[in-house]
């Protein structure tokens, strides 16, 4: 956290604002859930007579993501951690930034750009990844089951990356959109399947995590 950084917290602190539950990103601040923060507008008001050039972003996608992924994280992160995420510029990364950024507050993690050892890694595979792999292991006769790596977290597991997209474009983040159009047989099944089931991969995520709880 550099000298800016720290001001931002100082004084976020001094007003009443949960710091923990905001995270900072390129000189602007992103609300990660706006009732525990406590960041109202008044105290935003009272915040830029201090930081005048610093932006308060409130985006309910955005707090939808955040709630998930806390959820999901909670196991998979320990206080003090060190976790590495790649400057890419891709939509994941930032974000898997913006996420965890505020995990300095709740849990005291290290985020680094550069991989070192006794780090971990933060994933940036998403729902649509998870649900392809099944639907592929499913197709081709393989046991199904979660191939976790002990050296990485996966924050965006339950995100949509259409989500990701939706909100990056909202914002005036640059970015580098490495992802293609899928055209493989599994991703045309849950394309399908998405038509007739709602949620369906989450339903089908669910379903693995049961199989491997289980040993099936």
């Avoid at 050039?53 to 309910?60: A, G, N, P, T």
Wanted: proline letters at 2%; glycine letters at 0%.
């Amino acid at each position: 956290m550099n000298d800016k950084e720290r001001k931002i917290i100082k004084q976020l602190n001094k007003i009443g604002v949960d710091t923990r539950y905001i995270s900072i990103y390129m000189d602007t601040i992103y609300i990660n859930n706006l009732k525990f923060s406590k960041f109202s507008r008044k105290k935003e008001a009272e915040f830029h007579t201090y930081c005048p050039d610093i932006k308060v972003v409130r985006s309910k996608l955005l707090q939808k993501i955040c709630i998930k992924v806390s959820r999901t994280i909670k196991n998979q992160i320990k206080p003090r951690d060190t976790i590495y995420i790649e400057d890419d510029r891709t939509p994941e990364n930032i974000l898997l930034y913006i996420l965890l950024e505020a995990y300095r507050r709740k849990y005291g993690i290290t985020i680094i750009r550069t991989k070192t050892t006794d780090t971990k890694t933060a994933s940036t595979k998403c729902i649509n990844d998870f649900a392809t792999e099944y639907i592929d292991l499913m197709t081709t006769a393989s046991k199904i089951h979660n191939d976790f790596d002990e050296d990485m977290i996966y924050p965006l597991m339950h995100i949509d990356y259409q989500w990701i997209k939706e909100w990056i474009d909202s914002t005036s983040i640059d970015y580098i959109e490495k992802r293609t159009k899928q055209k493989q047989t599994s991703h045309q099944i849950i394309e399908f399947l998405e038509t007739k089931i709602p949620n369906v991969q989450e339903s089908i995520i669910k379903s693995v995590e049961y199989l491997d709880e289980k040993h099936i």
